[in-house]
């Protein structure tokens, strides 16, 4: 995103169709058919929409058989739309809305919700990472928060599934996140994505097919309790 114009950026995520795909797209890559019942738009209208958005830079696509499968193009702009979410007053119908993913949900590759903030403060608490020269996370709250590795950051994550170092990466390696229904931050980044992964791949949490939602199970309830001393609702 750093090579675009802002303009062309902000222009392009102004029209209400359009942003509205992009917060769909957090949840994952989706496909037009897929688009067009949850957005409940024409195929032409959607179509033309995406081509702004993929002009931008903004969204990518990919072909599966006869269908496009689109995807938001990068994590920062995933971290573009929650801080336009954190922007908007939250209206009771809203808060209706948001309530059933704000146990356990991911944003775009990392978890989010209270179990992201809590396993955020969890390696925090044992030295795992850190935020980089220890600033202040109520500062500046929309503000990415640089994370560096703690002291005890190898044998925490071997624990949880993720070998260090990680594997080269343009992708910005770690930071904090501000959560949007929690106000604290979540592990993003390179880092954030590993985590995430490693939950899944140990069957630690599971998808809520069709959502941002995610469901711990009991057998990653007790690793976390155990491993981190974090109790999970």
Known sequence: MEALNVYTVT?????????????????????????????????????????????????????????????????????????????????????????????????????????????????????????????????????????VLGPNAIPVFDRLGVKLPLQASTRKFAFGCTDLTERTPHLAGALGAALCEAFFKQRWITRNTGTRGVFVTTHGKQALKDLMGLDIE
């Open 11 to 147: 222009s392009a995520i102004a029209d209400p169709v359009r942003l509205s795909t992009m917060m769909y797209l957090m949840r994952g890559s989706s496909s037009v058919s897929e688009m067009i019942t949850h957005l409940d738009v024409s195929q032409s209208n959607l179509s033309n929409h995406l081509a702004v958005l993929k002009n931008a830079g903004l969204v990518k696509a990919t072909s599966a058989g006869r269908q496009k499968i689109y995807e938001l193009a990068n994590p920062e702009v995933a971290q573009l739309i929650e801080v336009l979410l954190h922007l908007q007053p939250v209206s009771p119908k809203k808060e209706k809305e948001i309530k059933p993913f704000q146990k356990a949900r991911t944003c775009y590759d990392h978890m989010a919700g209270k179990l992201g903030v809590g396993v955020f403060n969890a390696l925090v608490n044992h030295q795992a990472i850190n935020f980089l020269n220890n600033t202040d996370p109520a500062s500046q709250p929309l503000i990415a928060k640089v994370i």
